[in-house]
């Protein structure tokens, strides 16, 4: 799906859902899940286009709106996301929603509120998402996601970039998870502005084994870490080199639009 239109881009960079929420539970520390902090937590990715009555107006108004929504307390974390420059693999965007377990997200979606399916018919000539086919994820959040500090601002904009990953012959979650682990003291012996990662597990046929998210407070903070790390941190990009293989990143203008977390 082609988002053209740029003055959508630019208010689409309110997008995305990350977190973790009280109501969480800790992975066992011997399983395969995956590396923890807190989770597992279902995310959906939801692709989002433009509509014949789209403007930055309707939009910002569209969004508000589904804010006062009463949301379903499963609901962890909303937001959406905008592609940024023209080399992503995907170019329309996306709305996340990061819910507590499955079952929660498929209760909510087979709830049928009339108050969301009026917002829906209200909007839809605006932005037009497709919930029917959206993609699951199973979320884990390896670390506080303030350890360097708030990376959403007061407008809830950050800036976000997706690695779509695979791991290498031999290698499993295990392998990942103890390299996730490796990283984590890396991050602790650094300075940083504001960022956290997480990692994705597919719950759908996907072409690959995980998504890497790296979430940054802007792109400028995200330009000085990416110094740092080519400048120290070879040794560790080597590391992760031995367990997968990614693809170029997609990164993304990102706006938090709900958020009832404590990561």
Not at 239 to 246: G, H, L, Y
Request: hydrophobic share 35%; aromatic share 16%.
């Amino acid at each position: 799906m082609n988002i053209k239109n740029k003055t959508f881009l630019a208010i689409f960079s309110i997008f995305f859902i990350i977190g973790c929420s009280n109501s969480s539970t800790e992975t066992d520390k011997d399983s395969a899940s995956g590396p923890i902090y807190m989770g597992p937590f279902y995310n959906e990715f939801i692709a989002c286009t433009p509509g014949d009555n789209y403007s930055d107006e309707n939009a910002r108004e569209m969004l508000g709106a589904w804010k006062e929504l009463d949301h379903s307390s499963d609901l962890l974390w909303a937001g959406v996301y905008a592609p940024k420059g023209d080399n992503n693999s995907f170019d329309n965007g996306w709305w996340e929603l990061m819910w507590s377990s499955k079952e929660a997200a498929d209760d909510a979606w087979s709830e049928g509120s009339p108050e969301f399916i009026a917002w829906a018919e209200k909007y839809e000539s605006v932005i037009s998402c497709d919930g029917e086919g959206r993609f699951p994820w199973t979320f884990y959040l390896p670390r506080p996601a303030d350890s360097f500090g708030e990376v959403e601002g007061e407008d809830g904009y950050f800036a976000s970039e997706y690695l779509l990953c695979n791991l290498n012959e031999g290698k499993d979650r295990l392998d990942l998870r103890a390299t996730v682990v490796e990283f984590n003291t890396y991050l602790d012996g650094i300075e940083s502005g504001p960022y956290f990662f997480g990692v994705y597990f597919p719950e759908f046929d996907a072409d690959a084994d995980f998504l890497w998210g790296n979430w940054h407070s802007n792109f400028d903070v995200k330009a000085a870490g990416n110094k740092h790390w080519q400048e120290n941190g070879k040794e560790m990009q080597a590391k992760f080199d031995e367990v997968a293989t990614c693809n170029s990143p997609d990164i993304y203008d990102s706006y938090m639009l709900l958020s009832n977390t404590d990561a």
